[in-house]
């Protein structure tokens, strides 16, 4: 099956914020001369900030700095739909091009970030400037530095567009940003990534209602982090589904991302269950093995003698791997409707098989219980499982 990628290609506009003095100079002038054999891959760049820095908040801004003032807003592709793009096809194209829209710097914080030992993570949602919402969504970042949860936009960081045109200019309001507060203008898709006990509604973020309302139900997202964590991805992608609807679909982007996660679970769920499927025919084609070597030696008379104990073996065994194949291909689940009749194929064949070692375990319980006399009459020519006689 095809794999589907989210895909989050967006922009941003000039914006009038203040620059913050943050007195990061000497690191900035650090990576300002990083040597470019150290800029051709992320592990390459990490290792330059680890070998430079010692502390999280200094790392966390030499991250910043280097994406904010290497990576130029490509606005001629920002609404190029690349599908089968990975992730990291999007990070080696944009350290060689030195150009991307949103997710391309994402990638890239995120990436550095977790190679030098930043818990970190791609935050997609929506934005708003000047009390209008924008229309398309936008990804951007968080890391915990020294035990905080911080939100990082090296996209809007990296300067503005403006008719048309970008221009760099590194903005520091969008450094080491505090989720209460940038919660004004940036609000994620699913509430878990507010990193607030009291996360706002879509309703509240359109209405400008961005204060703390300690009547709502307590959230400890703390908690819930390392909870997600600990999931399976199936499962990551179904409890953010369930929070992107509680939150309120209030727009074509959200409803977009919750309809694309639901997809993409689907995706996964169904890519879980045809390895399921998988398991079951390798078990069956190993049964099948096994029930063809008893036919044979069937065939051959039970020659050479083996004890009643190992007859009964050879043909219990495979015959309880059929049962158990029959069992679990009940219990698979979906696997799209292009593999309906591959999965009625399998279905056929165990039944098939199954009632061919019935059979055989039939005859071998007859035959353990006659008299030595007995056995010797009741042999006669049977055709192999999958093999007609001729």
Known sequence: MKNIYLVLFFFFSFMSFGQVNTGYSLVDAKMAVIPASSTTSTDAIAKYINSNFKTETDKIRAIFYWTASNISYDVANMFVINFNETEQEKIAKTLRTRKGVCIHYAVVFNELSQKIGIQSYIIDGYTKQNG????????????????????????????????????????????????DKIIASHIPFDYLWQFSNYPITN???????????????????????????????????????????????????????????????????????????NAIVNEMNQAVVLLNDFIHYRNNKFKPTFSDDE??????????????????????????????????????????????????????????????????????????FGVPLN
């Open 132 to 179: 209008k919402v924008g229309d398309l969504a936008h990804a951007r970042t968080a890391a915990k530095i020294d035990k905080k949860w911080y939100v990082f936009d090296p996209t809007w960081g990296s300067g503005y567009v403006n008719n048309g045109r970008f221009s760099k200019k590194i903005n520091n309001y969008y450094f080491k940003a505090q989720p």
């Open 203 to 277: 309703n509240e973020f359109y209405e400008g209602k961005i204060q703390i309302n300690k009547t709502k139900k307590y959230f400890d997202f703390e908690k819930e982090i390392i909870k997600y964590n600990a999931l399976p991805e199936v499962d990551q992608l179904f409890t953010s589904a369930e929070r992107i609807e509680k939150n309120g679909l209030k727009n074509a982007m959200i409803l977009e991302r919750y309809e694309g996660k639901k997809q993409q679970l689907t995706y996964l769920r169904q890519n879980t269950n045809i390895e399921k499927l």
């Open 311 to 384: 007859i009964s073996s050879m043909i219990e065994t495979p015959r309880a791997k059929l049962a158990k194949c029959q069992n679990d291909i009940y219990s698979v689940g979906a696997v799209g409707n292009k593999n309906a009749s591959n999965v009625a194929s399998i279905k056929a064949s165990i039944r098939a098989a199954l009632a061919q070692a019935e059979e055989h375990s039939l005859f071998v319980k007859k035959y353990l219980s006659a008299s030595k006399i007995v056995r010797k009459t009741m042999f006669s020519k049977v055709s192999w």
